[in-house]
């Protein structure tokens, strides 16, 4: 495949991450009680409910893809809300502050129109955690888009972490640093970009979606290429 | 790559090492100091065994230290254990001053080396007061508590959190074992070392000598439970599960294996309840095992068809994790980190009663095909959750965050 841009000077520099779950002290047992702490709770909190389970000591078989639908659906006997707080797509919000409104706005809207839900009470309290994020650069570097399927088989989960979750926080169009540094090689790899964008990584584990840029990126770039 | 941590690469992957070299390199030469209270015998002494080589290997300067006490100083430190799993029992003042003594002395020997170190790591109560006790410390001093402390018997709970509260940050098993304490309290769950004796593979021959030395017959279902002879365990709930699921399994035995460790002057007494329980029951086995009986449990583990975590209050129930690790499905209390580990209809089932038990055992001994999916899943699941590198990532991770004082995310160059 040629590129625009054969002379792109940015290569692909390799990050890894390693994440530690950090008590925040606060305990919900009510449906109450957990969007009063949703409204106070720091927001890197809101981020850790989301996305640090990913990273995070777990199992990968989760059936909704945040940890408070998890817990309304399993500990608070509300699966109407569970259903509706899982559809939150948390790349939607490039300020955490949406999604910690978008939170409040559904449990409110619950908690009007049903009175029961001011009464049910979990066994299991919802435990608020948050995130210490370490962040080092590996010192390996891509230097062209056919790199990929060499490199990519060999990253850290914590690589794929950063580059592919932790990315859609930090880059504006809510994308991954793969797509982001695709886009500056010009519209040859924008097949490759749609591709990867089909990517859910919320039912996976972090092992499996490595598995699955791989495939991809391999398949494109063989056909392409050869 | 060192010999070590190519071991571990065979294991765990060789991206798993190479994240442990990266995050080590920033703390390079930097000395480390564990204490704790055995050095045989629990899962801390387990962890620390290989935490510690794994760390030097890395570049570290890591060592382990252990306080030693007298009988008062034992049975005081059970009693604290116990009350901070919610047993509500006061403890003697003269059992109190025993605990002071001891470490009292014990920073006398160990004052020099837990002053220099850059990083102290303090292993649950028994040498909790060494912080106050060694006033010229340079480091970052880190309190680890192991056992569930979700709901501790407060006036137990309100003594010690004088000694930790003044610590730089606290490390808890699960979220909700963490308490109302003036510094950040780290959540990392333990591990368990898939090179240790206990929990490497084992041959064939070696399983069956197990086998035949207990008197287990391998043509039957066998049931296992691998613990302290200790109440929080419930081992006599255990017996009666099984005498549940024998009325539909009259061919089921049962092995209640126990250990015993220094720091635990109650196992004695439990041990002769289980033994008044299980009567003359000959498929019944008991078995006290000496604290180096490691291959032995590893291969009863790899007997058994079930292994059960029966326990009313569990830390986090490492024998679970290696019931698991060997691809069986684990029956376990609901409670503290079984709960973390056992995922009903996936990794095995999380039970209440002696009864909830026995229907699970009758459902897993119906299903074979389930039952051999559920533990392939169990072991694929430690291997990416519950290892010793984990752990040590996280120790790592922890250090280079309080290092640079880091509260929420930290770039390295």
């Known amino acids: ?226 | 790559m060192n010999g070590l941590l190519e071991a571990y690469a065979e294991v765990a992957g060789r991206q798993v090492i190479s994240q442990l070299r990266q995050l080590a390199e920033h703390l390079k030469g930097m000395k480390v100091v564990h204490v704790n209270s055995t050095r045989v015998g629990g899962g801390v002494a387990e962890i620390l065994e290989k935490l510690i080589p794994l760390s030097n290997e890395l570049g570290l300067e890591t060592s382990w230290e252990v306080i030693t006490g007298e009988d008062d100083f034992y049975q005081c430190t059970k009693a604290m254990h116990n009350a901070l799993q919610g047993h509500p029992e006061p403890i003697d003042q003269r059992l109190l001053d025993a605990y002071e003594q001891t470490n009292r002395d014990n920073a006398d020997k160990m004052r020099p080396k837990l002053e220099e170190a850059d990083f102290v790591f303090i292993h649950d109560p028994q040498p909790a007061p060494l912080f106050s006790l060694c006033p010229e410390r340079r480091g970052t001093w880190i309190w680890r508590c192991h056992i569930d402390a979700s709901r501790p018997f407060h006036p137990v709970w309100r003594y010690l959190r004088r000694f930790v509260s003044d610590y730089n940050a606290s490390i808890f098993s699960l979220p909700d074992f963490a308490q109302d304490l003036p510094h950040p309290q780290y959540i990392i769950p333990p591990s368990i070392d898939p090179l240790s004796d206990k929990n490497i593979d084992l041959p064939e021959e070696e399983i069956d000598q197990a086998r035949e030395k207990f008197g287990i017959d391998p043509q039957r279902p066998l049931l296992l439970q691998v613990s302290r002879f200790d109440r929080f365990k419930d081992p006599v709930g255990v017996i009666k599960a099984y005498r549940l699921s024998r009325k539909f399994n009259p061919d089921l035995q049962l092995v209640l294996a126990g250990g015993t460790a220094t720091d635990d002057p109650e196992g004695e007494q439990v041990l002769n309840e289980v033994k008044t329980a299980a009567g003359d029951d000959p498929d019944i086995k008991v078995l006290l095992l000496p604290p180096d009986a490691h291959r032995t449990i590893n291969a009863l583990q790899r007997s058994a068809h079930i292994i059960i975590q029966k326990s009313i209050k569990e830390g986090f129930g490492l024998t679970a994790t290696e019931g698991l690790w060997k691809g069986k499905p684990i029956i376990g209390g609901d409670t503290g980190g079984i709960r973390l580990q056992v995922i009903n209809y996936h990794t095995g089932f999380l039970v209440n009663t002696p009864e909830g038990a026995a229907l699970r055992i009758r459902y897993l001994l119906h299903k074979r095909d389930q039952l051999e999916e559920m533990g392939a899943k169990a072991r694929k699941f430690v291997l990416e959750n519950f290892l010793l590198t984990r752990h040590l990532r996280e120790y790592l991770t922890l250090m280079v965050g309080l290092l640079h004082k880091a509260d929420y995310r930290i770039e390295l160059g």
């Open chain 1, 1 to 226: 495949m040629s590129s625009g841009n054969s002379f792109n000077d940015h290569p692909f520099s390799i990050k890894d991450c390693a994440l530690i779950a950090v008590a925040t002290g606060r305990r919900a047992y009510t449906l109450t009680e957990l969007r009063n702490h949703i409204r106070d709770v720091r927001i890197d909190s809101i981020y850790h409910h989301f996305w640090g389970g990913l990273l995070g000591v777990g199992f990968e078989e989760l059936e909704f893809n945040n940890d408070f639908a998890n817990w309304c659906r399993k500990h608070l006997g509300e699966p109407a809300l569970a259903e509706q707080l899982s559809v939150i797509d948390p790349v939607e919000y490039t300020d955490l502050e949406g999604l910690r409104g978008k939170l409040l706005d559904i449990i409110d809207e619950r908690l009007d129109s049903n009175d029961i839900s001011h009464f049910l009470r979990s066994s299991r309290a919802f435990e608020f955690t948050r995130s210490l994020l370490v962040i080092f650069d590996t010192g390996r570097r891509m230097n062209l888009p056919e790199d990929l399927p060499r490199v990519l088989p060999d990253l850290s989960t914590g690589s794929v972490f950063y580059h592919f979750i932790d990315a859609r926080r930090r880059l504006e169009d809510g994308s991954d640093d793969f797509r982001f540094w695709l886009s500056s090689w010009g519209e040859d790899y924008s097949g490759l970009r749609r591709r990867l964008a089909g990517i859910d990584p919320f039912f996976s584990s972090l092992s499996q979606v490595r598995d699955e840029l791989t495939m991809v990126c391999s398949e494109f770039l063989t056909r392409e290429v050869g």
